[in-house]
């Protein structure tokens, strides 16, 4: 339903009081009002972002650090120089793990049910506009039209039917008080190009979704010449990991030109590949993909232990 329209059964010329009281009577009507408006769908647009460009610009929480409480709070603690006191209500509310937050996952959705729901609300009409078209439009429309060719010699008809057609066009003449009318129509069905767009925003959005909740996904920490498991230890499936080369390529000034990490990945204790992996060519063995990440050139490990048991109590 466009902007401005008619609200359920009320005259597009209503009181604004009486398409009020309409929504207000109807809640269903005024869910599927607002998200069939022109008007929210560019501010839900505008929100979404906005956001995505916070979470681009504002530094995210790394996903090595991520459900680490410790970890979290010493990266957290590395932000108070850019963020100072503003470093806790943002961590509240999300700011620095923005596309993991619960108030972006509604929003998706609503930006999900709201593509819907336009899809839904303007099939009928292009549907109608692909199968019957209006094929004789009032003289007015000729004289309004923004695209229009006026002249005042007189046109062949059949010359112009017939060139109408060489470039594919399906045409129909109609004879009316004295005037020949021609409607000529190709491509019609390009019209729902409009909707398989908006349809691609929520195949995206879905996919997403299917990959948060199906996909695996670890991160691993590694040193050179470290090894790290990908699943529990006594996973029947178990994959390791081993960095053996982590190089780095720099400009004169500094810039960075290349990052790449060589790898050995071993499954149930035998070496299977060999590969090197960079942020936008991953290593890949059956299935899983290994990208790099991030690369620190410079580093410690750190692991503490209680001299009385041996046991390790920071790593």
């Known amino acids: 339903m466009e902007a401005g329209g008619a609200i359920g059964n009320q005259k597009p010329g209503a009181p604004v009081?009486?398409?009020?009281?309409?929504?207000?009577?109807?809640?269903?009507?005024?869910?599927?009002?607002?998200?069939t408006n022109?008007?929210?769908?560019?501010?839900?647009l505008a929100v979404l972002s906005l956001v995505s460009l916070l979470g681009v610009l504002i530094p995210q929480?790394?996903?090595?650090?991520r459900g680490d409480s410790v970890a979290e709070a010493q990266w957290l603690a590395s932000k108070d120089g850019t963020f100072g006191f503003l470093v806790d209500p943002m961590d509240a509310i999300g700011v620095f793990d923005v596309f993991h937050a619960g108030w972006f996952a509604m929003l998706m959705g609503t930006t999900v049910a709201s593509t819907g729901a336009y899809i839904v609300s303007r099939f009928p009409g292009i549907w109608t506009a692909i199968t019957h078209p209006r094929k004789r439009v009032p003289d007015r429309y000729f004289e309004m039209a923004p695209n229009r060719f006026v002249t005042a010699e007189v046109l062949d008809a059949g010359r112009l039917e017939s060139d109408l057609r060489r470039q594919r066009y399906r045409v129909e003449r109609y004879q009316e008080d004295g005037a020949t009318y021609l409607f000529a129509d190709r491509l019609a069905s390009a019209q729902l190009g409009t909707l398989l767009t908006h349809a691609a925003v929520i195949i995206f959005i879905l996919?997403?979704?299917v990959s948060r909740m199906d996909a695996f996904e670890s991160g691993l920490f590694l040193a050179e010449g470290s090894t790290l498991p990908v699943f529990p230890v006594r996973n029947p499936e178990q994959i390791q990991v081993q960095l053996t080369d982590a190089h780095a390529a720099f400009a004169?000034?500094?810039?960075?030109?290349?990052?790449?990490?060589?790898?050995?990945?071993?499954r149930n204790g035998e070496e299977v590949k060999r590969c090197f992996s960079t942020v936008n060519s991953?290593?890949?063995?059956?299935?899983?993909?290994?990208?790099?990440?991030?690369?620190?050139?410079?580093?410690a490990a750190v692991q503490v232990r209680d001299l009385a048991t041996g046991n390790v109590v920071y790593q």
Not at 22 to 34: C, T
Not at 252 to 266: D, N
Not at 289 to 298: E, H, K, L, P, V
Request: with cysteine.
């Open 17 to 35: 009081w009486a398409r009020a009281a309409a929504l207000v009577l109807n809640p269903l009507r005024a869910v599927w009002w607002l998200f």
């Open 38 to 44: 022109v008007r929210f769908a560019t501010a839900l």
């Open 61 to 65: 929480m790394p996903l090595n650090v």
């Open 207 to 209: 996919s997403a979704v």
């Open 252 to 266: 004169p000034g500094g810039q960075a030109l290349e990052y790449r990490s060589e790898m050995v990945i071993s």
């Open 282 to 299: 991953p290593c890949s063995y059956e299935g899983y993909r290994f990208y790099q990440a991030a690369y620190f050139g410079f580093g």
